[in-house]
């Protein structure tokens, strides 16, 4: 067997069915994807020796297979988006253009840059640093720039590295953006999954705030002005985050889970019984699937929250969102609902998608004071 003895993952968790990470070249060689350090890179393995890098530019790889002499695979750079790539026998590699090309000019991209901290469990935590570019609007020399933390789905998925034209929407205009790999996130090997065994709802939204306390004290990020978001599984991250202490001031939650009870209720065939570990097998742990809902915790809610639904969210149901608005407004939070009609979980219409940015940044200028 090849060596691959290294701290990296070369391979992810089969919460998604039809992954390719490895693949034979026509030369016998393995290829494989390695995973570390928050990014992506194709390396070569052997028998009894350590992994070759396969040169090729690309940060975030969600696919690779063998093609001919050489091989293909589904990635993007920082500077370019989700695109396929050919690596031929030669050592080239060229990309079979999906029509996007650049969309922005290199200098006006902010590239991540991984960081980690030691949480409040003494647990690692890990993450990405966007820097503000500046594009769209003017901070003061030596200011410390507002700060959105992303909080990804899954819950057990990771950040990419690659490029984000929704992080760069942001980092454009004036804000840095972290995007935290919490407990449980792959890439960082078992034990880092493990993690959120049972602490689901908890450990996760300590990450985020304690990643952006972290940068704030290290200067990255104003601690006055501090926003979280996230989708789905992440939108309930984000909101418990905001309940998890001082620190954010705005929360923006995209079809988020709201009521754990009811998500294990409606959740489709192939989740069936994934919070069983996250949290706790039902009806044992029921008490346990309340307290960690965000709708549970509104009370605890010290910031205005924004959340943006589509009215057919199978996943999701809407009325997940608007139990957790009249929780909300009923704690006397401030809370605005937007819903999207015909949108599902996850936004597809570019006209959503526009109108819910726009509504996202116009809730952080007026929260945070911009």
């Not at 200098?107 to 901290?117: D, N």
């Amino acid at each position: 067997m090849p060596s691959a003895h290294q701290a990296a993952e070369f391979h992810g968790p089969d919460w998604v069915l039809g992954q390719s990470t490895t693949a034979e070249l026509a030369d016998g060689r393995l290829i494989a994807r390695k995973t570390s350090a928050g990014g992506d890179a194709v390396v070569a393995l052997a028998e009894g020796a350590e992994p070759v890098p396969v040169e090729q530019p690309c940060v975030s790889i969600s696919a690779l297979c063998a093609h001919r002499d050489g091989f293909a695979l589904i990635g993007s750079t920082p500077e370019d988006p989700v695109d396929v790539w050919l690596w031929r026998g030669s050592g080239d590699l060229v990309t079979v253009r999906s029509g996007a090309g650049r969309i922005l000019p290199a200098a006006a991209v902010s590239r991540a840059e991984p960081f980690s901290l030691t949480g409040r469990r003494g647990r690692p935590v890990h993450g990405t640093l966007y820097r503000p570019t500046l594009g769209g609007r003017r901070v003061e020399p030596g200011a410390r720039p507002p700060l959105v933390v992303w909080c990804h789905g899954g819950p057990t998925s990771a950040c990419s590295a690659g490029l984000d034209l929704v992080v760069q929407f942001f980092t454009s205009r004036g804000f840095a953006v972290a995007c935290v790999d919490y407990a449980g996130s792959s890439g960082y090997g078992r034990a880092y999954r493990c993690a959120l065994w049972g602490e689901w709802g908890v450990a996760d939204a300590e990450d985020c705030l304690d990643a952006a306390r972290h940068l704030a004290a290290q200067g990255e990020a104003d601690p006055e002005r501090m926003a979280v978001r996230g989708g789905s599984a992440g939108g309930m991250t984000a909101l418990n985050a905001l309940a998890s202490g001082e620190g954010f001031s705005a929360c923006t939650s995209l079809y988020g889970v709201t009521d754990l009870l009811a998500l294990a209720t409606t959740t489709h065939d192939f989740e069936a019984h994934y919070t069983d570990r996250l949290i706790g097998p039902l009806p044992e742990a029921r008490a346990r699937y309340v307290t960690r809902s965000p709708v549970s915790r509104a009370g605890a809610m010290a910031g205005s929250v924004l959340l943006l639904q589509g009215t057919e969210d199978a996943v999701v149901p809407p009325a997940q969102a608007e139990l957790m608005r009249d929780a909300l407004v009923a704690a006397g939070a401030g809370c605005d609902l937007r819903s999207f009609e015909g949108e599902g979980h996850g936004f597809r219409r570019a006209e959503t998608i526009a109108t819910a940015l726009e509504a996202e940044l116009a809730f952080y200028l007026e929260q945070l004071r911009l």
